[in-house]
């Protein structure tokens, strides 16, 4: 193969890699679906992974959300100095928190968070055989690590978002009365002026989407690991790299179907 | 198992191999490292389907199994990991209740069910401890409680005296025979160890390069002449690779 053909040859490769991977992947959730029958195992493990995804990655997400929103009001009043009135900061903030920085910013965050541990904890559990184990004891290893991991993510995903977006509205409104010289009543004026009930609907309906992709992926990497350790290592990274790269293309997704 | 064959890629593991045991026997797999000992006992519970031949538990066909009749049968035969594969999270009472958990077991009876196949393993006292804190003898001992927790028929060891120290290695024979004796259960118990395959085994198989080289009892196998085997059994590797050669 000469120079000129190998570069051809490798995108060839890489296309005909993805294709396979799309197909593994498919095939794995048509698994997951599968065993969704199964409520009996994965019933029982619902709350304890809500608790584990949801409640547990609550500080972090809050943490963000809190920084952000003080951010976004001093840029705002920033941007706005002297061209546009003061009360359009609580419109920016509101707007920008509720639709995109809320969601994917806690999306990101719970990326590697919770894509990573869920990659690493059932990669370890594959290379250890304890997958293998759950499947001699007549567990059904979808309805048993997948199922109840996936559906914790998607109910969890939007609360977590739900409190992260207040929690950056209050921190912009905080930041706004205390140094920005703007009362509560501007702030929650310029809130209010373009708010519309449907945007947090699709601020929620995009957290359920990336909550679904984040724990399917890291599902699916720590399910796919072989070898050692190092494989562990491997899967944890694509999981987060592939779910928080999913993460953004879902966010332009929603932008395009519902906005 | 019937004229199995298994290949990862291009790289044959089992090419054609007929294997059966008896009721009640204990049958020992011998063989090289790599030989495909353990790719033929998941081949058994299906975590490993073959590319070609059949797999006959109780007279079904392992591979035409839907979903509910193939975990039906995975509950008629335990497996012991060659690591033990015990669930790290969970102590050793949960660890040895999930297979009596999955099929609802009433809970009082599933206490004094754990705490028997512990006692039967020697591990009673043990059951608030996590595998983390055990010793690679320990974790095979509730490994092997497990795998009989439900009473299976058949009871599947893979490897299950690898990095023993030699009188833990006796030890955990020792179970094999019990676990035989008590529970009337028939057994596979895959090795490289030749004291242990003697001391269990009713029969001993030879795995070599894809196949069945040998099939007999201890003395049968102490008797043969095949050098394959004979370099094998005696750890002469000479004897072994002019055969091969």
Same mark, same amino acid.
């Given at each position: 193969m000469n120079a000129w053909t190998s570069p051809i040859a490798w995108v060839g490769r890489s296309a005909l890699d993805t294709a396979a991977g799309f197909g593994r992947f498919g095939s794995f959730m048509t698994g997951a679906a599968r065993a969704t029958r199964d409520a009996r195992t994965w019933g029982q493990l619902v709350v304890f992974h809500m608790a584990k995804l949801g409640v547990e990655s609550l500080p972090i997400a809050l943490f963000i959300a809190a920084f952000t929103g003080i951010v976004m009001a001093l840029q705002a009043s920033y941007t706005f100095t002297?061209?546009?009135? /003061?009360? @359009?900061v609580g419109v920016l903030v509101g707007k920008t928190i509720i639709l995109e920085l809320g969601p994917v910013l806690t999306g990101l965050a719970l990326a590697g968070r919770v894509g990573a541990n869920i990659a690493a904890e059932i990669g370890s559990m594959r290379v250890t055989e304890q997958i293998d184990a759950l499947e001699t004891l007549g567990y059904d290893p979808f309805a048993y690590l997948v199922v109840p991991r996936v559906i914790a993510g998607l109910l969890m995903f939007p609360i977590c978002v739900a409190f992260a977006n207040a929690i950056g509205v209050v921190g912009g409104w905080i930041t706004a009365i205390n140094?920005?010289?703007?009362s509560t009543p501007e702030f929650i004026r310029g809130l209010r /002026?373009? @708010?519309?009930?449907f945007d947090i609907q699709y601020s929620l309906i995009k957290a359920a989407s990336f909550g679904l992709a984040v724990t399917s992926i890291g599902c699916f990497y720590g399910f796919n690991t072989t070898g050692g350790a190092a494989a562990v290592g491997r899967s944890t990274t694509q999981a987060v790299v592939v779910s928080s790269m999913l993460i953004l293309v879902l966010d332009a997704f929603w932008a395009i179907v519902l906005l | 198992m019937q004229d199995v064959h298994k290949a990862f890629g291009s790289r044959v593991?089992?090419?054609g191999v007929t294997l059966s045991a008896r009721d009640g026997e204990t049958l020992a797999v011998i063989g090289y490292s790599g030989a495909g000992k353990s790719v033929l006992l998941k081949s058994i519970v299906r975590l490993l389907v073959p590319d070609r031949g059949v797999v006959h538990v109780d007279g079904q066909d392992v591979s035409q199994l839907e979903r509910d009749e193939l975990y039906d049968m995975r509950r008629r035969v335990g497996y012991v990991f060659q690591f033990a594969?015990?669930?790290?999270?969970?102590?050793v009472f949960d660890n040895v209740a999930m297979g009596l958990r999955r099929i609802r077991m009433p809970e009082a009876e599933l206490a004094e069910r754990v705490i028997e196949s512990l006692r039967l393993v020697e591990?009673?006292?043990?059951?608030?401890?996590?595998?983390?804190?055990?010793s690679g003898g320990q974790r095979k001992r509730v490994g092997l409680a497990r795998a009989i927790a439900t009473r299976p028929k058949y009871v599947l060891y893979d490897?299950?005296?690898?990095?023993?120290?030699p009188v833990t290695t006796a030890v955990i024979d020792g179970l094999i025979l019990k676990m035989s004796r008590e529970l009337g259960v028939t057994s596979v118990v895959v090795t490289h160890d030749m004291k242990s395959a003697y001391r269990v085994a009713d029969r001993i198989a030879m795995l070599y390069q894809g196949g069945i080289r040998f099939i007999g009892t201890p003395e049968e196998i102490q008797r043969s002449e095949d050098p394959v085997v004979h370099g094998f059994i005696e750890g002469l590797p000479e004897l072994a690779q002019e055969a091969a050669a």
């Open positions: 002297g061209a546009v009135p /003061l009360y @359009f140094l920005l010289e703007m /002026l373009f @708010f519309r009930p | 593991i089992l090419d594969a015990l669930f790290d999270s969970m102590n591990m009673n006292g043990f059951e608030d401890r996590l595998p983390a804190q055990l490897e299950p005296t690898t990095g023993l120290d």
